[in-house]
């Protein structure tokens, strides 16, 4: 299976500044339709999860053009912009090129 | 507004089963594939299962295929995962959720609900 790894369990930053996450996958996430299979969730106490991401750096419906995907192949990364108070959270990556589908393990946004 | 509202959590002994629904609104859920996501306390996400439009195909994962079984009913707009012969490690709060796809493949999980727990103890 395909293995994601977050290498960084928890980043601490202040609001206002710029944090990258990353998301390194054990193999290419690039399907035959030129797409990455690669996607970002956000969750929050008391919310439902919240998809960010999708084919590595499109935004879904309503995401703040703070939130940037980027990447190709194996190496992906989360961006945030002037991080905001409401962004403290934890991110997770997502494979779904192939079954069975794996997660990253999160990366916890920490106030500093 | 899309909805997913999970329920039939609860406290299981090992080796016992239990059933989970999901009640979906706001789309149309029969043109949607449907799926299973758990979290074990203070853990990550896993994928559990998937069920095409019509409910003839499903997938799994080996950690819990030949145990756990997804089906829906789409007069009923409801999700189910009927969970047997269940395990410590099944402890989980488990999300229904919504893929998004394209022809080929999921893209990613647009919808999530707010999850039920679950807890496999003697």
């Known amino acids: 299976q395909i293995t994601l790894t977050q290498q960084a369990e928890s980043l601490w930053i202040s609001p206002g500044e710029r944090v990258s996450i990353t998301c390194r996958a054990s193999?290419?996430?690039?399907?035959?339709?030129?797409?990455?299979?690669l996607s970002w969730y956000q969750q929050r106490p008391g919310q439902t999860t919240k998809a960010l991401i999708y084919?590595?750096?499109v935004r879904t419906d309503g995401v703040p053009t703070r939130f940037i995907g980027s990447g190709s192949g194996t190496e992906f990364t989360l961006s945030i912009e002037h991080v905001q108070p409401e962004d403290f959270a934890i991110y997770y990556c997502?494979?779904?090129?192939?079954?069975?589908?794996?997660f990253g393990a999160g990366t916890k946004l920490e106030l500093k | 507004e899309v909805q997913l509202v999970e329920s039939g959590g609860g406290l299981v002994q090992p080796g016992r089963s239990l059933k989970l629904s999901c009640a979906a609104s706001?789309?149309?859920?029969?043109?949607?594939?449907m799926a299973w996501v758990r979290q074990a306390p203070k853990k990550g996400l896993e994928w559990v299962a998937t069920?095409?439009?019509?409910?003839?195909?499903?997938y799994y994962p080996d950690s819990v295929k030949g145990r756990f079984t997804i089906s829906r009913d789409n007069a009923k707009s409801s999700l189910y995962l009927q969970m047997n012969s269940l395990k410590s490690e099944d402890t989980a709060t488990y999300y229904c959720?919504?893929?998004?796809?394209?022809?080929?493949?999921?893209?990613?999980?647009?919808?999530w609900g707010q999850g039920v727990m679950v807890t496999v103890s003697s």
């Open positions: 706001g789309f149309t859920f029969s043109n949607y594939y």
């Open positions: 959720a919504r893929p998004r796809r394209g022809i080929a493949a999921i893209w990613y999980f647009d919808y």
């Open positions: 084919h590595a750096s």
């Open positions: 193999q290419s996430l690039l399907y035959t339709d030129g797409k990455h299979y």
């Open positions: 997502l494979q779904t090129l192939k079954s069975p589908y794996t």
């Open positions: 069920i095409s439009t019509s409910g003839s195909r499903t």
